[in-house]
């Protein structure tokens, strides 16, 4: 257990809806991440939070967006859902910005 | 060319064997990541490294910076060590970067 905790496990939804993951990141970790991993893409850096404030950004698209909050849990929000949206939703967590990080179960993401 | 490769693409061991697997990237890091991914989908980070040799039971990884290049090493090779193994830069942009994986297989 990576005490990193992700729900939904599983989501399934139509094209054009709106879904929010959630992430609980490890007791005592102050940095979130958020990755996408789809079949033909392979696993891709989507965004950062360092305690509460957005740290670093990768290849998150502007349908997707994120944030941390005071209590350090995440929600990664998707809107105007794609078939290629469909994908595992990774969160992961680290003590500081640049340490080693613990990854969550994923939630796996259908677009119907 | 992608910016972080790996080879070999897929590797089949018998348990017991001495196993490399090879991480290639292009751009300048801050840091280099080795993560497995188990059949099931979990991922777990194995090492985090910046410079040098980091040793964590069997596993062993290697970095050259001047070479742009790591080496993840596994010792007496164990089937349950069968796993995709992904190698991931931190480049000076703060972005990650991942390898397509390499598909370990081990055998008994």
């Known amino acids: 257990d990576s005490g990193v905790t992700q729900t939904p496990k599983h989501l399934i939804t139509a094209t054009g809806q709106r879904v929010t993951l959630r992430c609980s990141p490890r007791?005592?970790?102050?940095?979130v991440y958020w990755y996408q991993q789809s079949l033909d893409q392979g696993l891709q850096f989507l965004i950062q939070?360092?305690?509460?404030?957005?740290?670093a950004k990768g290849n998150i698209l502007e349908r997707f967006s994120a944030q941390q909050f005071p209590d350090l849990h995440s929600e990664l929000n998707l809107s105007s859902l794609e078939l290629g949206d469909s994908a595992l939703y990774f969160c992961?967590?680290?003590?500081?910005?640049?340490?080693?990080?613990?990854f969550g179960d994923g939630t796996r993401l259908s677009i119907l | 060319k992608n910016e972080v490769e790996q080879s070999p693409q897929n590797l089949t061991a018998q348990e017991g064997e001495f196993i490399t697997i090879n991480c290639s990237y292009s751009?300048?890091?801050?840091?280099l990541h080795w993560l497995q991914q188990h059949p099931g989908g979990g991922i777990v980070s194995l090492f985090m490294?910046?410079?040098g040799k980091k040793k964590h039971g069997r596993l062993i990884a290697t970095i050259n910076i001047q070479e742009k290049h790591s080496s993840l090493h596994i010792t007496a090779s164990h089937p349950r060590d069968s796993a995709v193994y992904i190698c991931?830069?931190?480049?000076?942009?703060?972005?990650?970067?991942f390898g397509p994986g390499t598909r370990l297989s081990v055998l008994p």
């Open positions: 490294l910046s410079s």
């Open positions: 007791s005592g970790d102050l940095s």
């Open positions: 751009v300048g890091i801050s840091a």
């Open positions: 991931a830069v931190r480049d000076y942009g703060q972005n990650f970067v």
């Open positions: 992961a967590s680290s003590p500081a910005v640049n340490q080693p990080q613990h």
């Open positions: 939070y360092y305690n509460g404030e957005e740290r």
